[in-house]
């Protein structure tokens, strides 16, 4: 089984301090190897976001606003070879931010030959709380973000989406603290209730050493994990690496085309997952 729905992806918000690198544009590539019992995968993926107005860092590079104000435009391509099995996605979208507080969105993906068009209309009530609703073929869904300072550089971030009817819904939280000169962390939290189907949480936390490396691990109800290092050479190039194990890929995270799916993949095949990427910030 697997089903579709629309989504942002979690990014965070605090107060920008001095030392705040700006940028227009977020590239990243990637190259992933799976591992499944009796065969062997691969997957490709690039993607590319503009935003019109410049977009500051909360002190780590990777690191920005959980609500996003900037006008953008995007473009993704994803394929993944497993066996003699092939599929290829491609997606593009754009945001507009009035100065009114109205967001306008839209949409069109490709997901491995299923065609998914998708508009969105929100209205930011204040710059820490934004409402969104969604219609993908049909079918509508809304998304509420809060943001709440704590103090000067620690924050949480709060998101909440789910479908009209309440089949499913899905609770995220974002946690960010500075913890020394150069040094700060997240923990983050995902839970789904999907009506249909079993409940799943995730945790997680990134570790910054200095605002240009950082160590991730995660964990799930599954008893899956997930480790990996990021490292920027300077403020413009980063890489990443990581290994995960997953059973199928059960609310499996994807920034695949600004703010369009996730995707659950409801299996019982365990997988070995190798990552590499190359992130690019102008």
Request: glycine share 6%; net charge negative.
């Amino acid at each position: 089984m697997k089903i579709c729905f629309a989504a942002l992806p979690l990014v965070f918000f605090v107060t920008v301090n001095a030392t705040a690198e700006e940028y227009k544009s977020i590239t990243t590539a990637g190259y992933s190897n799976l591992d499944f019992n009796a065969r062997d995968g691969d997957e490709l993926s690039t993607e590319s976001t503009y935003y019109f107005s410049g977009k500051e860092t909360l002190g780590p590079l990777r690191e920005f606003e959980f609500i996003n104000k900037a006008s953008n435009l995007s473009a993704a391509y994803y394929h993944r070879s497993i066996g003699s099995t092939n599929s290829d996605s491609f997606a593009v979208a754009g945001e507009y931010f009035a100065e009114n507080g109205f967001v306008l969105g839209a949409n069109i993906a490709d997901l491995g030959g299923e065609s998914f068009n998708t508009i969105a209309l929100g209205y930011m009530f204040t710059p820490n709380f934004l409402m969104k609703f969604y219609n993908t073929e049909g079918n509508t869904y809304s998304k509420f973000r809060y943001n709440y300072d704590l103090n000067e550089t620690d924050y949480i971030g709060f998101d909440f989406s789910a479908d009209v009817v309440f089949d499913w819904q899905v609770f995220s939280s974002k946690y960010f603290s500075k913890i020394g000169d150069d040094q700060y962390i997240s923990i983050n939290l995902s839970y789904l209730n999907y009506n249909e189907w079993n409940d799943y949480w995730e945790v997680g936390t990134n570790y910054y050493f200095t605002k240009n490396t950082s160590l991730e691990a995660s964990y799930d109800e599954n008893n899956d994990y997930k480790l990996g290092l990021s490292h920027f050479f300077n403020r413009n190039v980063a890489v990443e690496a990581s290994y995960s194990t997953r059973l199928g890929f059960p609310f499996k995270y994807s920034s695949f085309g600004s703010d369009i799916y996730k995707t659950i993949w409801n299996t019982d095949t365990e997988v070995d997952k190798f990552e590499l990427g190359v992130t690019v910030q102008f």
